[in-house]
């Protein structure tokens, strides 16, 4: 019996009977030979972890674009919480980890360069629209190892595509995720905001800290508790009411509060200006894209439009802005 073999054993005498087991997975779409080692959703999250796209987003607004301070979260970071959050829920359940954490390290890889602000800019410019959700999955499927995707297996593809508010995820492992990217960014983002000297703790409503705490940490530990002792030994990821409710009205809050703050978003218009002069640009000079778009251009497989999209969602916030320099802002004359 491999180690693989032994793993699969275990999960099927320990895991809960409503748990992802690794054996059952519904596979690839293309067909690999299984590892002596790695379970197949332990192989999707090593694939995942170490793909460039991964990398990337350590430097991909989550809030704040590009702020001055080593403590902000980015999009890597947000990804890290949202991975242990739903990680520590997984394993108390007795759900598969392995799985909830594939999904988690993929659920923003397809995100765009400053945040929802960039994927606004590109949804509007995109005649066929533009989601950040839709495009990780494009990322893993198809524009990742040169065009050949990561080929993961059915489930880590959809919790990725159903980690957003109306998505329905298959699994109980991908509703975790689902629940936890709420949780993250509801906490980090009022930490963030409190260092950015956008909120401070008594401007939240007392009626929410009453339900989850007077901290970013009780208000963490409060929401991640709540879906244990609701989701132990049953066939579904919930929340208690009143927990829920409060969540729910506190996330109304921070989209009042700091979303749509003028001091945290006054820069989001220039960002959304940036990337519709990147777009037209790639429209215009294709050839100025990196050599996988300009081949994927060639085989026309896809629109040319959701190429440039492609080229320009995987940007960094950075380069965006250092590609926006070289194509708009003139130099100084160097005779």
């Avoid at 032994?6 to 590892?35: I, M």
């Avoid at 594939?102 to 949804?123: K, M, Q, S, V, Y």
Wanted: net charge negative; with cysteine; charged share 35%.
């Amino acid at each position: 019996m491999t180690i693989r073999e032994r793993t699969e054993q275990w999960e099927s005498e320990y895991l809960s009977p409503y748990a992802a087991l690794s054996r059952d997975s519904r596979g690839r779409d293309v067909y690999e030979a299984p590892c002596d080692i790695r379970p197949v959703y332990q192989r999707d999250r090593d694939r995942i972890l170490h793909c460039k796209s991964f990398r990337r987003l350590k430097h991909k607004t989550q809030v704040f674009l590009t702020p001055r301070g080593d403590h902000y979260r980015t999009r890597l970071t947000h990804t890290l919480e949202v991975s242990q959050n739903a990680r520590t829920i997984a394993k108390a359940l007795r759900l598969n980890e392995d799985l909830t954490e594939a999904i988690a390290l993929g659920h923003d890889l397809g995100h765009t360069p400053f945040g929802h602000a960039g994927e606004r800019a590109l949804n509007k410019l995109c005649s066929q629209g533009f989601a950040h959700y839709r495009q990780s999955v494009r990322v893993v499927e198809k524009l990742e190892k040169g065009g050949k995707g990561l080929n993961l297996t059915v489930e880590v593809r959809d919790g990725i595509l159903n980690h957003r508010t109306s998505g329905h995820p298959s699994t109980l492992e991908g509703r975790i995720v689902r629940l936890s990217d709420k949780i993250a960014y509801i906490n980090h983002d009022i930490d963030d905001a409190i260092r950015g000297e956008i909120l401070e703790e008594e401007d939240i409503p007392r009626k929410y800290r009453e339900v989850l705490g007077f901290s970013t940490k009780e208000r963490l530990n409060t929401m991640v508790h709540d879906i244990i002792a609701h989701s132990l030994d049953k066939p579904d990821i919930r929340m208690s009411e009143e927990v829920e409710r409060a969540m729910q009205e506190l996330r109304s809050f921070m989209f009042d509060s700091v979303y749509t703050n003028p001091k945290a978003k006054g820069e989001e218009k220039k960002a959304q200006n940036m990337l519709e002069g990147l777009f037209s640009h790639y429209m215009d000079h294709p050839e100025d894209m990196s050599e996988e778009y300009r081949e994927m251009l060639e085989k026309e497989t896809d629109p040319k439009e959701i190429v440039v999209c492609d080229y320009i969602s995987g940007m960094t916030d950075q380069y965006a802005i250092y590609k926006f320099e070289e194509y708009f802002v003139p130099k100084a004359w160097n005779a």
